[in-house]
């Protein structure tokens, strides 16, 4: 029998799971499929709705890490790592995305000669000031297995000197789980409770340091949506980050009443308010993913993105963090400018049977 540990850490690592968990468990009569939590995320609305609406089990190790700097969140998963590996000693070390965790448990893995998987590797934004792109750059390093989302992650190992026989194009897990719950997703009543049926609105969302950990950017954001509010709704579910820095910096006043602010919303709920937006504005990756795949414009307060597929293919506006400049890319894309967007390749629901299919013929079998 063979022996695999996925993990898990932060919020967007659970739906990237949830469709690997889901092929594994056919073969379990060959395969033990484990699943590590790392508590990095630990808020019932961060964690805990994710694994009941996504069907996840209770993960078999939870490590209650919790929030800290980078050294000291990171440095205390791979303590509390290395202790399970060493006990569990599995075949495989299954990680997925650009958190914290990500890097964490791969370089444990790693120094314990037990192979490494790394779902949605490749992507670059080429921007180092970013944590996530040295936890890219580091785990895709390292592994043994890549599987690539989008064409730009392989040309991107391809030019790193990463090995072809260690990366695959599979496509993209985040939208095997969107496909999987579109009914439970059509059927959510998030915009009855939010009173928003029949009101076009706009679906914000921000975490990223750079915006919201400064005050004037983040002030000024919020301006930007005060302004974009005016005749419509605007609805804002504020990232734990996000909440605790307007509290910090005084900016509760500052927000227009037309603004919803709410509590962060689970995954079926949150896919509903985005299919039915008017138009999003995010700073978040896998948001960029999803409102490709449904068709829904999407305005990036970033100056680059890791999927630049998103704007190639997809609905994508990248409009900087500069709000003068986003205010006219939203702007426009009210009035009518928006692209018609298609769907990226191999974004079909079916990226986790390839991924799965690939590791028994390499590895597991
Ligand atoms: C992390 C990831 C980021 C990802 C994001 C998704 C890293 C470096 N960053 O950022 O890539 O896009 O998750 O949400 O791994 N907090 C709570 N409750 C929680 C979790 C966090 O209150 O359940 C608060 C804490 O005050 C914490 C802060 O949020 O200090 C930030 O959490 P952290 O995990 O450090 O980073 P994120 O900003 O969530």
Redesign the pocket.
Known sequence: MKKIISVV????NFMKIAPIHFQFSKYKNTLSHLICHTG????EK??KIFFDELGLPKPDFYLGV???S?AV?TAAVMVAFEKILSAEKPDLVLVA??????IACSLVAKKLHIAVAHVEAGLRSFDRGM??EI?RILTDTISDFLFVTEESGMQNLKKEGIADEKVFFTGNVMIDSLVSNLPLIDASAIRSQLQIEDTEYLLVTL???SNVDDRDSLSDILGLLNKHARGRKVVFPV???TR?NIKAFGLQEEIAPEVILTEPIGYIDFVHLVKNARVIITD??GIQEESTFLGVQCVTLRDNTERPITVSVGTNHLAGTDVAKADSVIADVLAGKVKKGGIPPLWDGKAAERICQELIQHSLS
Do not use: F, L
Not at 40 to 43: A, F, M, N, V
Not at 97 to 102: L, R
């Open positions: 850490g932060a919020r967007p990095q995320h630990y808020d961060m964690s919790g929030s800290g980078h969140q995305g650009d958190v914290n965790s990500t944590p996530e936890n975490h990223r340091p990232h734990p980050r605790s978040s990756g």
